[in-house]
């Protein structure tokens, strides 16, 4: 999720085939409740695994994005 537009988003997606959705809160209101603006309002890298009951499993806090798609399928695997 990132305070860039919708149109933004998908122009990044499509540029990097990827083959998940992104988030757009460009009013920042997602990015400010779960404490991850940083400077000039920019979104912090750092992601959260969220369980089937809406709860956080896990917090993320540094992300490389190389090795973090494996990081969160290892992850799954214990969360309810």
């Given at each position: 999720?990132?305070?860039d537009?919708?149109?933004a988003?998908?122009?990044?997606s499509?540029?990097?085939?990827?083959?998940?959705?992104?988030?757009?809160?460009?009013d920042g209101?997602v990015?400010?409740?779960?404490?991850?603006?940083?400077l000039l309002?920019?979104?912090?890298?750092?992601?959260?695994?969220?369980?089937?009951?809406?709860?956080?499993?896990?917090v993320?806090?540094?992300?490389s994005?190389?090795k973090?798609?494996?990081?969160?399928?290892?992850?799954?695997?214990?969360?309810p």
């Open positions: 999720m990132s305070k537009s919708v149109e988003q998908k122009r990044f499509e540029k990097n085939g990827l083959t998940f959705r992104l988030l757009a809160d460009e209101d990015i400010e409740l779960y404490g991850v603006e940083g309002g920019f979104a912090r890298r750092k992601s959260f695994l969220i369980d089937s009951r809406g709860k956080i499993a896990k993320y806090e540094s992300v994005p190389a973090h798609a494996g990081e969160v399928a290892a992850d799954l695997a214990s969360v």
